[in-house]
Antibody
Framework: QITLKESGPTLVKPTQTLTLTCTFSGFSLSTSGVGVGWIRQPPGKALEWLALIYWDDDKRYSPSLKSRLTITKDTSKNQVVLTMTNMDPVDTATYYC????????????WGQGTMVTVSS | QSVLTQPPSASGTPGQRVTISCSGSSSNIGSNYVYWYQQLPGTAPKLLIYRNNQRPSGVPDRFSGSKSGTSASLAISGLRSEDEADYYCAAWDDSLSAPWVFGGGTKLTVL
C-alpha cells in the first residue's frame, strides 16, 4: 500500500524559504518510471502543479516558479524535499506530494496535504 | 488562468447523467492523454480516469472519460449525492507552459 505524508512549517514569514518534506512508503523511488511530484492549492482555488522528480533524478519545474523551487530526493530515507524561496502571502496554500505511477504516468496516490500560511 | 479550461460549475439530480468538459490545445490534450481527478470537500484529489478513459481499480463504472481532438469530457451516470465534489482535468503539456497542467476545476452540485 502506497502512502505519502507531507511535513513542514504551517507558518512562514514573507521572504523566508519554505522547506517541505514528503515521506513515503510502499514504493521505491529507484524503480524505473516512478516519480514524486508536488502540487499546491490556494484556499478555494484550483490545483497548481509545482515540481516533479523521477527515479533517475530527472527534475521538472513549473516554468512560472522555476527560479524559486528546488526538488531533491533521498532514496535511502524514502523522502522527497521541496524548497521554495522568497515566500509571499500569495503562496499560502495546501501543499500536496503525490506518487507518479510508472505505467499510468499520472499522480495516482496523494498525501493528505499540509497547509502553509505566509504571513508576517 | 488555467491552461485547461473547464466550466466552473455543473449540476444534476440523483440518477441523472452529467458531463464535464475540458478544453486544451494541441500541445496538451491534442497530443497527450487526459486524466481526471475528484476532490471531495476537505480531502486530497483522487485519480478517477487515466489515459483518457481508463479507470483505476475501485472507481465505479459510472465514471467514464473520452477525448476528441483538443477536448475531453468526464461523464457521470446514475448521479449520487456522494458525487458532489470538485472535478479537475489534467494532462501533460509539450510546450513550455508546464510539463503537467490542470484545469481550473468544476464544482459539481447534486440537487
Amino acid at each position: 500500500q502506497i502512502t505519502l505524508k507531507e511535513s513542514g512549517p504551517t507558518l512562514v514569514k514573507p521572504t523566508q524559504t519554505l522547506t517541505l518534506t514528503c515521506t513515503f512508503s510502499g514504493f521505491s523511488l529507484s524503480t524505473s518510471g516512478v516519480g514524486v511530484g508536488w502540487i499546491r492549492q490556494p484556499p478555494g482555488k484550483a490545483l497548481e502543479w509545482l515540481a516533479l522528480i523521477y527515479w533517475d533524478d530527472d527534475k521538472r519545474y513549473s516554468p512560472s516558479l522555476k527560479s524559486r523551487l528546488t526538488i531533491t530526493k533521498d532514496t535511502s530515507k524514502n523522502q522527497v524535499v521541496l524548497t521554495m524561496t522568497n515566500m509571499d502571502p500569495v503562496d499560502t496554500a495546501t501543499y500536496y506530494c503525490a506518487h507518479l505511477h510508472g505505467s499510468y504516468h499520472a499522480f495516482d496516490i496523494w498525501g493528505q496535504g499540509t497547509m502553509v500560511t505566509v504571513s508576517s | 488562468q488555467s491552461v485547461l479550461t473547464q466550466p466552473p460549475s455543473a449540476s444534476g439530480t440523483p440518477g441523472q447523467r452529467v458531463t464535464i468538459s475540458c478544453s486544451g490545445s494541441s500541445s496538451n490534450i491534442g497530443s497527450n492523454y487526459v486524466y481526471w481527478y475528484q476532490q471531495l470537500p476537505g480531502t486530497a484529489p483522487k485519480l478517477l480516469i487515466y489515459r483518457n478513459n481508463q479507470r483505476p481499480s475501485g472507481v465505479p463504472d459510472r465514471f467514464s472519460g473520452s477525448k476528441s481532438g483538443t477536448s475531453a469530457s468526464l461523464a457521470i451516470s446514475g448521479l449520487r449525492s456522494e458525487d458532489e465534489a470538485d472535478y479537475y482535468c489534467a494532462a501533460w503539456d509539450d510546450s513550455l507552459s508546464a510539463p503537467w497542467v490542470f484545469g481550473g476545476g468544476t464544482k459539481l452540485t447534486v440537487l
